[in-house]
């Protein structure tokens, strides 16, 4: 699953977590790829709380990353996404929707005027043979859908753009 982590200032960190099925004791192991990187990390339940190691053997307190959708960071505060990111939050404002990848235009879900919420399909892109979602980054009225089905974009393409 991915998740991305997006601060108040914009800057957004992205990373990939995968269990790979090893449960030994009450321990989850899980493998988290982060650029050119992987390591593995282990989660166990104890009373009720959530702990997390990167050793399997120096435990911390953790909150569960699948009910995560906020945490606080010193005096930061960080918006996670898990499985998708709403396009257009990390360097660009929430209601410009705008391609990460190249890709192919499979279904338009909105039309011009449409009042759409934070989370809704707005339409489906296909990107290195997977249908990806692209979700609205704001509650708003669509004020352009600059995209058609079938159309091959290229990274940084204006899809959709919503006003408040």
Same mark, same amino acid.
């Given at each position: 699953?991915?998740?991305? $982590?997006?601060?108040? %200032?914009?800057?957004?960190?992205?990373? %990939?977590?995968?269990?790979?099925?090893?449960?030994?004791?009450?321990?989850?192991?899980? =493998?988290?790829?982060?650029?050119?990187?992987?390591?593995?990390?282990?989660?166990?339940?104890?009373?009720?709380?959530?702990? *997390?190691? =990167?050793? #399997?053997? =120096?435990?911390?307190?953790?909150?569960?990353?699948?009910?995560?959708?906020?945490?606080?960071?010193?005096? %930061?505060?960080? !918006?996670?996404?898990? @499985?998708?990111?709403?396009?257009?939050?990390?360097?660009? %404002?929430?209601?410009?929707?705008?391609?990460?990848?190249? #890709? !192919?235009?499979?279904?338009?879900?909105?039309?011009?005027?449409? $009042? $759409?919420?934070?989370?809704?399909?707005?339409?489906?892109?296909?990107? +290195?043979?997977?249908? =990806?979602? *692209?979700?609205? #980054?704001?509650?708003? $009225?669509? !004020?352009?859908?600059?995209? @058609?089905? @079938?159309?091959?974009?290229?990274?940084?393409?204006? +899809?959709?753009?919503?006003?408040?």
């Amino acid at each position: 699953m991915k998740y991305y $982590v997006i601060n108040s %200032d914009g800057k957004e960190i992205s990373f %990939d977590i995968t269990g790979n099925s090893r449960l030994e004791n009450g321990i989850i192991a899980y =493998n988290v790829s982060k650029e050119d990187t992987t390591k593995d990390y282990y989660f166990k339940k104890l009373a009720g709380k959530t702990y *997390i190691s =990167n050793d #399997g053997t =120096n435990w911390k307190k953790s909150t569960p990353l699948s009910t995560l959708s906020h945490i606080v960071n010193g005096n %930061d505060a960080l !918006k996670v996404y898990r @499985g998708f990111k709403p396009s257009g939050l990390g360097s660009s %404002d929430a209601g410009s929707l705008i391609t990460d990848m190249p #890709g !192919k235009v499979v279904k338009v879900l909105t039309t011009e005027g449409a $009042v $759409v919420n934070q989370g809704d399909t707005l339409l489906i892109l296909e990107a +290195m043979k997977m249908e =990806n979602e *692209i979700k609205a #980054g704001m509650d708003g $009225v669509v !004020k352009a859908v600059h995209v @058609g089905e @079938g159309q091959a974009l290229e990274s940084g393409h204006l +899809m959709i753009e919503i006003e408040e």
